[in-house]
């Protein structure tokens, strides 16, 4: 209300269950998951197909958030079918090192609760990154959190 720039971390009792889907087709539409598990009596909030890191080639694997403490919602383990076929179901695991906000490029939160200045990492200007103007590789670039060259703020490489 005062204008402050924040970023909030919700409880886990608030954060959804995560959980990974196997045993589909990679070529199955995510919409048409999620319509099926909601109509088997689960509290989906999110389907999203995952992707192979330096490829973005698509996996036949798919992370489904489930959300917590609804009434009358069916267990999503107790699950075996979806789309006419089995599957199996595994635990989401985090990739390793900190999370990155998308919209602001600060460390050890996300941007679905962050009301910080949006902040691009290829031009430090007010865009996500996403909608950067600069397609091209940055020969030499500069990090927007440290101020130094030669690496940018979401690199493996970066000192800090």
Known sequence: MNGEE??????????????????????????????????????????????????????????VEVRKNVPDSRDIL???NCCYMSITWDLFHHRPGATQCYNCNYFHHSSQYCDIKTRCLKCAQEHRTSDCPIKERIENPECINCKTKGHMANSKQRPK
Do not use: W
């Not at 589909?24 to 998951?33: G, N």
């Open 6 to 63: 924040f970023h909030a971390i919700p409880p886990p009792s608030e954060r959804p269950y995560k959980v990974v889907l196997k045993d589909l087709p990679a070529s199955t539409d995510i919409v048409e998951i999620k319509n099926e598990l909601t109509n088997q009596g689960v509290a989906v909030s999110k389907v999203a197909q995952l992707t192979q890191r330096k490829s973005k080639f698509p996996l036949p694997m798919f992370l």
């Open 78 to 80: 107790d699950v075996s």
